[in-house]
T-cell receptor, first 117, second 111 residues
């Protein structure tokens, strides 16, 4: 069964501090891994996307890493801001179907990040 | 803004009723996926439509059905509503298997 597990479930940090969120997955056949940011009551917004051959990808203060061998990913947030308060969801895509043209996303339950003064 | 819109924003129904949710995809996208997100949980995949045909389905009963129109907009229909159907319903559009862009969601409450 395809699963995506994230840790910690929730996190509180002071503004300006760094933090790292973890994602472990058992999804096969692996296609890509995305990190999304979701504000409360809103749709998720893509932060990064990584394929099998990519180890790291940055988007401003967000840096994602991927270890395809251990099936682990992390999202590092540098110099946190109050606006970073949100849920961060790890999403792993698997290709399926006779021609491998269909994709199915498996979502983690997210890490709820709160940045405080 | 992702260019994906959903309507209505909020909806209140009673058990046993039927509901239709709508999604307009981003220009140029031919694939729409629907997700159900319960409070405090990650989104759960309902189904995906590619060029007007269902292209995959999650573990949802047949009373969850959908359509995709020639302009690639989409509808999600839920019959015989149950209390557990209360959730945020998200649609996401993409160019086939590329990155999915999510709409703001429809909050459905079943009483």
């Amino acid at each position: 069964k395809n699963q995506v597990e994230q840790s910690p479930q929730s996190l509180i940090i002071l503004e300006g501090k760094n933090c790292t969120l973890q994602c472990n997955y058992t999804v096969s056949p692996f296609s890509n891994l995305r990190w999304y940011k979701q504000d409360t009551g809103r749709g998720p917004v893509s932060l990064t996307i990584m394929t099998f051959s990519e180890n790291t990808k940055s988007n401003g203060r967000y840096t994602a890493t991927l270890d395809a061998d251990t099936k682990q990913s992390s999202l590092h947030i540098t110099a946190s801001q109050l606006s970073d308060s949100a849920s961060y969801i790890c999403v792993v895509s698997a290709k399926y179907g006779d021609t491998g043209t269909a994709s199915k996303l498996t979502f983690g339950t997210g890490t709820r990040l709160q940045v405080t003064l | 803004e992702t260019g994906v819109t959903q309507s209505p924003t909020h909806l209140i129904k009673t058990r046993g009723q039927q509901v239709t949710l709508r999604c307009s995809s981003q220009s140029g996208h031919n694939t729409v996926s629907w997700y159900q997100q319960a409070l405090g949980q990650g989104p759960q995949f309902i189904f995906q439509y590619y060029r007007e045909e269902e292209n995959g389905r999650g573990n949802f009963p047949p009373r969850f059905s959908g359509l995709q129109f020639p302009n690639y907009s989409s509808e999600l229909n839920v019959n015989a509503l149950e209390l557990d159907d209360s959730a945020l319903y998200l649609c996401a559009s993409s160019l086939h298997t590329d990155t999915q862009y999510f709409g703001p969601g429809t909050r459905l409450t079943v009483l």
